[in-house]
C-alpha cells in the first residue's frame, strides 16, 4: 500500500493549489518550490498543461501513478464521459468518502484513519483506503476513533450548516452512500479532460 512521504508543502506550491486542504498552515503558495524561486514559472506547452492537471489530482488524492493509470483504464471501459467516470471512482475511494463526510479533516488524516482500522463499512472494519464503496453501504468510526480530539472536534460542527455531496447522507457520525458521484459533486477546480487527454496520446 504505497504512498507519497515526502514534503507536501512543496508539491502544493508547484501546483499553485492546496492539494491536502491545509489552510492557512500552507504558506508561500504563489512561489514555486526551488532555489530558483519565481523565476521557475514557464509559459507551459499543451503537454505541460495535461501533466500538471494530472499530477494535481493524482496527489490530491493520494494516489500513485500506477494506481491512478490503472483508475484511468477503468474509467475507459466504462460507458459515457470517461472523465466524469474517472472522477467518480475516485470519488468513491474509502479515504475519500471519510474527508467528504466531514470525519477526517483532510484526505491524509483520512486515508490514516483507515490504514488504522477506525473505519466501518457495513459494521466491518476495512483498512483499504482505496475501498471502493457501493451504493447502499454504510460507513461510519469505531468508538477508539470517536474519541480522537479532531474528529470530536468536526462532529461538533452543525451538519444543516455545512453542504455534502448529493450522492451521501450523513447523520452524526454515520455516513449512508445513496447514489454514484455525479460531476457536479467535486468542488475542486479539475479539468478531467486534460487528464483523459494526456493518457489518450
Do not use: C
Amino acid at each position: 500500500m504505497a504512498r507519497y512521504v515526502g514534503p507536501k508543502d512543496r508539491l502544493s506550491r508547484r501546483q499553485g493549489f492546496d492539494l491536502f486542504n491545509a489552510g492557512s498552515k500552507l504558506t508561500r503558495l504563489g512561489v514555486p518550490p526551488g532555489v530558483h524561486g519565481p523565476k521557475g514559472l514557464r509559459l507551459g506547452s499543451q503537454y505541460g498543461k495535461q501533466l500538471r492537471e494530472k499530477q494535481k489530482v493524482k496527489r490530491m488524492y493520494g494516489v500513485l501513478e500506477k494506481q491512478f493509470r490503472s483508475y484511468v483504464s477503468q474509467a475507459l471501459k466504462q460507458k459515457g464521459n470517461t472523465g466524469e467516470a474517472l472522477l467518480s471512482l475516485l470519488e468513491r475511494r474509502l479515504d475519500n468518502v471519510v474527508y467528504r463526510l466531514r470525519l477526517a479533516p483532510s484526505r491524509p488524516a483520512a486515508r490514516q484513519l483507515v490504514s488504522h482500522r477506525h473505519v466501518l463499512v457495513d459494521g466491518k472494519k476495512v483498512n483499504i483506503p482505496s475501498y471502493q464503496v457501493s451504493e447502499g453501504e454504510t460507513i461510519t468510526l469505531t468508538q477508539k476513533a470517536l474519541e480522537i480530539p479532531v474528529v470530536k472536534q468536526l462532529l461538533k460542527s452543525d451538519d444543516s450548516k455545512l453542504k455534502y455531496p448529493s450522492w451521501i447522507v450523513k447523520k452524526g457520525p454515520v455516513g449512508k452512500i445513496i447514489a454514484s458521484p455525479k460531476r457536479e459533486d467535486v468542488p475542486e477546480s479539475i479539468n478531467e479532460q486534460d487528464i483523459v487527454e494526456f493518457y489518450s496520446r
